[in-house]
């Protein structure tokens, strides 16, 4: 039988979480891990993947809609993480968030996490200590907490809400930071995981060091670029000579300002360092892009800022007014299931 040697798979997309599988040649890489693991391993096997053959989990940043599952499916795999330092050490100060405490609660601190330590020896002095370390804290992790959900969804994606719901799971007793291997990469070099080549790039989006990325794979290029508040000229010089571009198109700026959320969150989603307007887009459609992908996919649309018809129309106008694209078939990542997965 002949085996397909490049895949790609949105597993979901959105302000609620966003996932992607990319295989290529030998190599399996879970691009983001915005659902729980329990979520990404249903949708993978959905698609007719298995969870299981994942060689690494690649994370563009430290938003909770890119992270939710990532400490559980790397353990729960055993895999390597792919970051970069500053998106590392942003995910692990929202994991353990210092506050101000009274000093009984601080007491209560002290004693919960001296039970911890107590129990985690107890349990290394018997047998088979990671096992029962990751399994343990795997229900408490694996969890979307709905608060945060709500936080996310309102933009507001590093709110105290979700800090309190970190907090609440990092009492628990186990370390949530820990990873079977960490591995860094910097934004503008690349490297390789695998037989996958992977071009990192800054994106313009308010978190710590923000990527997206070109991966590549049996010369076939595809290009990631979500969460981000504008098209700067280092993003337009990335996403060029793509065979699958996946590509933000969040909100309506009319449905957006007319909108539920408060002014101060719409001022962010607006921003610089927010996320891209089905016009902004299609006006990067329209006017840089040079049209060679096979696929466009539209991506992170906002449930509540956004129509997919909305964004689709936008696209389509302006990729029509691209007369020489023969290719560029238009695609909607959905937030609620995963998309069929597209060979090359
Ligand atoms: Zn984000
Ligand atoms: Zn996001």
Request: proline letters at 5%; glycine letters at 8%.
């Amino acid at each position: 039988m002949l085996k397909s040697m490049v895949r790609f798979t949105v597993l979901a997309s959105g302000s609620r979480g966003n996932s992607a599988v990319v295989s290529g040649g030998r190599t399996r890489i879970l691009v983001d891990a915005g659902l729980s693991c329990r979520e990404l391993f249903r949708r993978m096997r959905l698609a007719g993947e298995d969870p299981e053959t994942l060689d690494a989990i690649l994370v563009t940043h430290e938003h909770q809609d890119h992270v939710n599952g990532l400490a559980v499916t790397a353990r729960k795999l055993g895999i390597p993480v792919y970051f970069t330092e500053g998106t590392h050490r942003a995910w692990m100060r929202w994991l353990t968030p210092r506050r101000q405490m009274t000093y009984n609660q601080w007491l209560e601190q002290c004693r919960k996490q001296a039970e911890a330590r107590q129990a985690e020896a107890d349990a290394a002095a018997g047998e088979g200590e990671a096992d029962e370390t990751d399994g343990a804290a795997e229900p408490v992790t694996g969890e979307p907490v709905t608060a945060e959900l709500a936080a996310v969804e309102a933009g507001a994606e590093t709110a105290a809400g979700a800090a309190e719901g970190a907090l609440t799971r990092a009492s628990a007793g186990k370390d949530p930071t820990s990873l079977p291997a960490v591995e860094y990469f910097a934004a503008g070099v690349p490297f390789h995981i695998g037989d996958v080549a992977v071009s990192p790039f800054t994106i313009p989006h308010d978190a710590v060091d923000p990527v997206g990325f070109v991966l590549q794979a049996e010369g076939v290029r595809m290009g990631f670029a979500t969460d981000l508040g504008y098209v700067p000229p280092n993003v337009k010089a990335q996403l060029k000579g793509l065979d699958l571009l996946l590509i933000e198109s969040n909100h309506d700026l009319e449905m957006l300002r007319d909108g539920p959320y408060p002014w101060s969150v719409k001022q962010r989603v607006l921003s610089r360092v927010g996320h891209l307007s089905n016009d902004a887009a299609g006006e990067f459609l329209e006017t840089e892009y040079d049209g060679q992908a096979a696929y466009v996919i539209l991506a992170h649309l906002s449930e509540s800022n956004n129509h997919p018809e909305l964004a689709r129309v936008t696209a389509e106008r302006a990729l029509n007014g691209r007369a020489s694209l023969l290719a560029n078939s238009l695609l909607l990542a959905a937030q609620h299931e995963p998309l069929l997965p597209i060979d090359f």
